[in-house]
């Protein structure tokens, strides 16, 4: 039996098989390889470009720190693949101090509409202001968060993901916020708006603007999307801050408030373990 469904794989033409190779790639890294290793013919397709361009990393970490995943991410990249292209972006922007890098690997990720990549991308180019402030918007503006109640819960899936993937690294970057101006005799958060943009109807924080009302920041307040998004902006720079870790002067380090609280009571822990033994 076994050798029979042997002989019907070999039959089938590798263009058939990649295609086989790539949904079980598509749906996880698991399926890809238990496919791959299953007979000869699978494991002689499995190494195309499509296929790994179309492997899902959702049950990898996110940041690589053994050899195979390195490996893994690079080749994924290599093929253009759109969530190895964001994650390399994030780790050489914030992580490794390569800006120029990890902005154009976002950009490509940007390019395959890699829904975090647009949202983070966006963001950078907005804090960054002049001339990028406004490709920064323009990069945002295609979530298109008012055509529908399910694209404007994008920014929460976009703000968990890049909430996780700031915590397992080192953050090394910090973003300057936009700064304040006057609005109806209030102190707005971002740039001097001159609604030269379509404004943002009114409606509750429970509808499109949850983020901000779950931060109790500017409720209810008008606005158009270059207001939004400087909004946007300073609650993505506050969540980032919480990540950084900086070296003083001296050459001590300083832990964010976030690294203070997950290692020194994996330390405190150890310590006791050892006064134990």
């Known amino acids: 039996m076994k050798n029979k469904i042997s002989n019907i794989v070999w039959s089938l033409p ?154 397992c690294m080192w953050v090394y970057v910090s973003l300057a916020e936009p700064k304040e101006y006057s609005f109806n005799n209030s102190k707005v958060i971002g740039y001097n708006c001159e609604h030269d943009i379509t404004p943002r109807r009114n409606r509750s924080s429970l509808e499109g603007q949850a983020w901000e009302a779950s931060n109790n920041l500017f409720d209810n307040l008008p606005c158009c999307d270059s207001c939004f998004w400087d909004r946007e902006a300073v609650l993505f720079c506050s969540e980032a801050s919480q990540f950084r870790f900086v070296s003083s002067a001296l050459g001590s380090l300083v832990f964010s408030p976030h690294a203070v609280s997950v290692v020194f009571p994996t330390l405190m822990v150890v310590w006791l373990k050892l006064l134990r033994v």
């Open 14 to 167: 590798e263009e058939m098989l990649t295609e086989i190779l790539t949904h079980a790639a598509s749906n996880s890294v698991t399926d890809f390889v238990n496919v791959k290793l299953c007979c000869k013919a699978f494991l002689g397709a499995s190494n195309y470009d499509h296929i790994f361009e179309n492997v899902s990393m959702d049950k990898l970490s996110f940041v690589p720190w053994n050899k195979g995943e390195k490996g893994f991410l690079k080749r994924c990249k290599d093929a253009r693949n759109a969530e190895a292209l964001y994650r390399k972006g994030m780790i050489n922007y914030f992580s490794r101090r390569k800006a120029e890098s990890g902005l154009r690997y976002l950009k490509k990720a940007v390019k395959k509409n890699h829904v975090e990549a647009i949202y983070t991308y966006g963001i950078i180019l907005i804090c960054l202001g002049g001339e990028l402030r406004k490709q920064g918007l323009q990069v945002v503006s295609s979530l298109n968060l008012i055509s529908s109640s399910k694209r404007r819960f994008r920014i929460a899936c976009c703000r968990s993901k890049t909430k996780k993937f700031l915590k």
